[in-house]
């Protein structure tokens, strides 16, 4: 009997083990359904036709785009660069046809053939096309390649007239494809710098500061070398605040330049001292501004963001049943303090859909938590009144975007959004005992497709993967340690875990979900 009555319980708790893992699947899926939805909203195609128009007025032609017309008298040119830019420029084409007279485009190495191979045709260019496609920048980092073509994209500005309209495609990576240093700091100089100030955690907008005091076409030069044509820029923006001078260092718009900025950069990273002379040399020694030359002649157009992505998944998450709060385009930081973050709100939500005990007390924490991270459009205390407020609450989702940060410790790989979803991940396994009757699952991933040097896009999380990661002899914190989350996850369960969508022909920053849902029963 006791026999029998040991099995039963075994078999009892087997099921119950089955439909968990069932149930976190059907979770998993619903994260990378709203991801896609999200990375759907800012694929190429869909925002150039809604951007761009080519109309016929009293038998001319005029391009359409920011409530603005432009006469097309085969006098339209275009250049382009950023991990988006190949799709862009085909959709582009699409528009304007034999109105474009030439281009050239610097995009990432290997992108045509990762699209090709994705059976994306609708991002390539024709066999006819007028445009130039010039491969570069490997691993995000200026290189010999991406600086030819920024070269022949120089050529290409420098040649044009008043009559000419000048179309400047730029996405995310941007910077990277358009290295054009300023004589005498040679392009190992700029890489060495941009290098050792990502791998401190340096920001997106440190970095671009330096780079566009740096660089003969960042900071307004391109629009500069364009003059007196017009200039129309359409832009996919992968910074947070989509500020229009730091995507891709801003190459058509006005910038103010101050040598002391940049000189604080590299002293608050140790790097001042070990820089090439000649770096301080520019710095010290170019004007202070260098204003466009006419204004009037440059057109900036933001046509795709984060938030336009969120909206989107917002969407299909509340098609899928969730009560969706969109909390945040702008999460930056390091990864360890946004991971605590969100594992403390993964426990608020869990104890407002269970009403357990010490509610206020955890509530309390996070808003200190998320107080410290001073982000400038999280209003959290408002959305956390907006789910106690609500009623019949079974399942929970939030969405947010941005662009972390990582403090790299190892020689591992991985990227920031695997590394936050493995943080996440250890985070959740010390709370088990206070989300009892609530499922949880995290994802983090790049829009673009890429996270760090790793084939991956970032990776899902949940409580139970520290106890699934032990059995199978995985150590989290030493996978940590090494700044090795992709290895992590590539062990783990054959790699199920890792978000790997091939690049995707855009880029507006990172999109994180969390999924908080009442366990059946409770």
């Known amino acids: 009997m006791a026999r029998l009555l040991r099995a039963h319980v075994r078999h009892i708790f087997s099921c119950r083990s089955h439909e968990a893992i069932r149930n976190m699947t059907t979770l998993q899926d619903d994260a990378h359904r709203i991801f896609w939805s999200a990375v759907s909203a800012v694929l190429p195609p869909r925002m150039l036709q809604r951007a761009l128009t080519v ?7 005029v391009l359409e785009c920011g409530g603005r017309t432009f006469p097309l008298e085969k006098n339209l040119y275009l250049v382009g660069f950023g991990k988006a830019v190949l799709g862009m420029a085909a959709a ?22 990762s699209l090709k191979q994705a059976g994306k045709r609708d991002m390539l260019l024709s066999a006819e096309s007028r445009i130039r496609v010039m491969e570069g920048a490997t691993n995000n980092m200026p290189d010999e390649a991406a600086m030819r073509a920024a070269g022949e ?8 007239e008043e009559k000419h309209l000048l179309l400047v495609l730029i996405s995310g990576g941007g910077s990277a494809l358009l290295p054009a240093p300023v004589p005498p700091i040679g392009l ?13 955690g340096a920001t997106i907008q440190e970095l671009n500061t330096i780079r566009r005091a740096l660089s003969q076409l960042k900071g307004g030069g391109l629009a500069r070398t364009a003059y007196p044509a017009q200039v129309v820029s359409l832009i996919l923006s992968d910074v947070i605040g989509d500020d229009l001078d730091v995507i891709a260092s801003g190459p058509t718009v006005y910038s103010s330049y101050k040598a002391e900025d940049c000189l604080q950069i590299l002293s608050k990273y140790g790097l001042r001292d070990s820089v090439p002379a000649a770096v301080e040399e520019v710095l010290l020694s170019r004007p202070r501004t260098e204003p466009l030359p006419h204004p009037g002649c440059v057109h900036n157009i933001l046509i795709g963001t984060n938030l336009i992505s969120l909206r989107e998944a917002e969407l299909e998450s509340q098609k899928l049943g969730y009560l969706t709060i969109l909390l945040s385009t702008a999460i930056s930081g390091d990864v360890k303090l946004i991971s605590h973050f969100f594992a403390l709100l ?7 859909l269970m009403s357990t005990p010490h509610r206020q007390e955890l509530e309390d924490s996070l808003l200190a938590v998320s107080s410290s991270m001073n982000i400038p459009d999280l209003k959290l205390a408002d959305r956390l009144q907006e789910l106690k407020d ?17 403090q790299v410790q190892g020689k591992g790989r991985g990227g920031r959004n695997q590394e936050l979803a493995l943080r996440v991940a250890a985070e959740l396994h010390g709370s088990l005992d206070v989300m009892q009757g609530c499922e949880v699952m995290f994802l983090s991933g790049g829009t673009d497709g890429q996270d760090g040097p790793t084939q991956a896009a970032g990776a899902v999380s949940y409580p139970q993967l520290v106890d699934q990661a032990q059995r ?3 150590d989290i914190e030493t996978f940590l340690k090494a700044s090795d989350s992709y290895s992590f996850f590539s062990q783990f369960q054959n790699g199920k875990h890792l978000l790997v969508t091939g690049l995707t022909g855009t880029n507006v920053m990172d999109v994180q979900v969390l999924l908080v849902r009442r366990r059946k029963g409770q």
Do not use: F
């Open 188 to 200: 190992q100089d700029k890489q060495a710098i941009t290098k050792r100030l990502a791998l401190k």
């Open 153 to 160: 994209i120089r050529r290409l500005a420098e040649k044009l």
């Open 472 to 474: 199978s002899n995985l």
């Open 390 to 406: 609500a009623r019949d609450l079974d399942a929970i989702c939030v969405l947010c975007g941005g662009e972390t940060t990582v």
């Open 92 to 113: 582009v084409e699409q528009i304007v046809g034999n109105h474009l007279v030439e281009g050239v485009i610097s995009i990432p190495q290997g992108m045509e053939e």
């Open 346 to 352: 993964a426990e608020v939500i869990c104890s407002y």
């Open 55 to 61: 109309k016929d007025i009293a038998g001319s032609s």
